[in-house]
C-alpha cells in the first residue's frame, strides 16, 4: 500500500499537473458524508484525502455494495472552472443507490460536494484545453457485517484527478473487440446503473482484447449475442451516410446498458446541427454489411473519460472490418468539436449544460 511519503512525492510540490494519465494524479482533497438511519447524512465536509481505515468485514467489499459516477470540471476561456451537467449525475447516482438498497444522496449535498472540491483543487489543473479534472464519487455500504443484508450505514465521497487525454493527447482513431464470450449485463440486471460491479467482471474481456490489438471491448446484448450495447465505460454511435442529413445513430436504452450523459449530449448537438439523431437496435450483422458497402460511414464512442473517440476498426475472431477509411470522420469530428466546445465555454451554451463554480 502506498505510504504518505509515496504520495507526496507522486505530487508536485506546487502548481498544475502538466503530465496526467487517467486515474493516477489525484489532487489533494476529498469530500466525505456519512450516512445511518438515525442521524441521516451527517459529518459532511472537504478534508484532505486520506487512506480509509476499515475493517475487514466492512459490507461494501464483500457483498458490493458500492456505486460511482464520473463526471468532469474544465477550464473555461475566462480561466474558471465549470462542471459538465452535474445534475445528471446526481440523479443517476440516486438511480444507482435505489438499485443496490442505499440511500439516496440529495442533488443539493452532491452539487455541495463537486463546487466544494472543485473550488478547492482547481489549481492543480494546468490551462491546457486537453486537460480536466475527473471527478469520482463514491458510496459504500460501510458496516462491518457478513449478514447478507443492506448496510445500515454508509460513507459517501468524492475525490478528484486530474486527467489528460483518456487515449493519450491526439484524436485519434481506436480498435475495438466484439466479445461473443461474455455477457456485460442482462435484463432486469444492473447494466443501466452505474454500480462498481459491473466492471471487474470486464476486465477478462479487455485482456482478450488487448491481446487480439485493440484498445475496447464492444459489448453485444446478452439474449441473443446479436445487437451492439455499449463499450467498457462509453456508449457508441454510427453514422450512416454523410454531409447535413447523415444518421447518427445510437443503440436504443434496452435497461442493459448505461444512458450516459454524454450519450444524451451528442442526440441534442446531432440534432442541433441538422444531423438526425436516432436510437434503435444495431446489429452486428448490419454494422459488418453496412462497413462494407459504405452505407455506414463513422463509428465513435462516446462518454466523459473517453469524451468523442473514433472508432476506425472493429474486430473479431471472424475477422476485422474497417469504418470508413479508418480515420476520424468529419461527424465524428463535428460533434466533438461541439461538445468540448460548450465544457470549455467556447461555444454558447443554449441548455445550461454548464455548472459554473463560484471563485
Ligand atoms: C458502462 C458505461 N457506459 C457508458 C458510459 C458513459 O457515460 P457518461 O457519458 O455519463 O460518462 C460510462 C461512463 O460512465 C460507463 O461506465
Redo the contacts with the bound molecule.
Keep these: 500500500m502506498e505510504s504518505a511519503s509515496d504520495r507526496e512525492a507522486s505530487m508536485p510540490e506546487v502548481g498544475p499537473v502538466m503530465n496526467p494519465g487517467h486515474g493516477e494524479a489525484f489532487t489533494p482533497h476529498m469530500f466525505s458524508a456519512l450516512w445511518s438511519a438515525q442521524n441521516g447524512w451527517h459529518d459532511i465536509g472537504l478534508r484532505d484525502i486520506e487512506h480509509l481505515s476499515m475493517h475487514p468485514a466492512t459490507i461494501g467489499l464483500h457483498y458490493g455494495q458500492v456505486i460511482v459516477e464520473?463526471l468532469k470540471a474544465h477550464r473555461q476561456v475566462d480561466a474558471t472552472m465549470g462542471v459538465f451537467r452535474p445534475w445528471c449525475n446526481a440523479e443517476r447516482f440516486q438511480r444507482s443507490a435505489r438499485r443496490l438498497a442505499m440511500p439516496e444522496v440529495p442533488e443539493s449535498l452532491f452539487i455541495r460536494a463537486v463546487e466544494e472540491l472543485v473550488a478547492a483543487d482547481e489549481s492543480w489543473l494546468s490551462d491546457d484545453f486537453s486537460h480536466s479534472l475527473y471527478l469520482r464519487p463514491l458510496m459504500l455500504g460501510t458496516d462491518v457485517s457478513l449478514m447478507l443484508r443492506p448496510a445500515r450505514t454508509y460513507r459517501f465521497l468524492l475525490m478528484a484527478f486530474v486527467a489528460g487525454g483518456f487515449f493519450g493527447s491526439d484524436m485519434e482513431s481506436i480498435s475495438i473487440w466484439v466479445d461473443h464470450e461474455y455477457s456485460r449485463a442482462f435484463p432486469r440486471g444492473t447494466g443501466d446503473v452505474?454500480v462498481a460491479g459491473?466492471y471487474a467482471p470486464t476486465f477478462v474481456a479487455q485482456m482478450n482484447a488487448r491481446k487480439a490489438d485493440c484498445q475496447q471491448v464492444m459489448w453485444l446484448d446478452a439474449m441473443e449475442h446479436r445487437w451492439l450495447e455499449?463499450l467498457?465505460?462509453?456508449?457508441v454511435f454510427i453514422v450512416r451516410g454523410t454531409g447535413a442529413g447523415a444518421e447518427v445513430v445510437t443503440p436504443e436504452l434496452t435497461g442493459t446498458l448505461?444512458p450516459?450523459?454524454?450519450?444524451d449530449s451528442i442526440l441534442t448537438l446531432a440534432s442541433r446541427s441538422g444531423y438526425v439523431p436516432r436510437e434503435q437496435r444495431i446489429s452486428l450483422d448490419e454494422l459488418r454489411a453496412g462497413c462494407l458497402n459504405g452505407d455506414i460511414t463513422e463509428m465513435f464512442a462516446?462518454?466523459?473519460?473517453a469524451v468523442v473517440t473514433p472508432v476506425g476498426r472493429v474486430s473479431d475472431a471472424a475477422g476485422a472490418f474497417i469504418i470508413g477509411d479508418g480515420k476520424p470522420g468529419p461527424v465524428t469530428v463535428d460533434l466533438c468539436a461541439e461538445l468540448t466546445g460548450i465544457q470549455h465555454g467556447t461555444s454558447p451554451d443554449p441548455d445550461g449544460w454548464v455548472h459554473h463554480i463560484a471563485q
Excluded: D, V, Y
Design positions: 464520473g452505474k459491473n455499449e467498457g465505460g462509453m456508449n448505461l450516459g450523459i454524454t450519450r462516446c462518454g466523459t473519460a
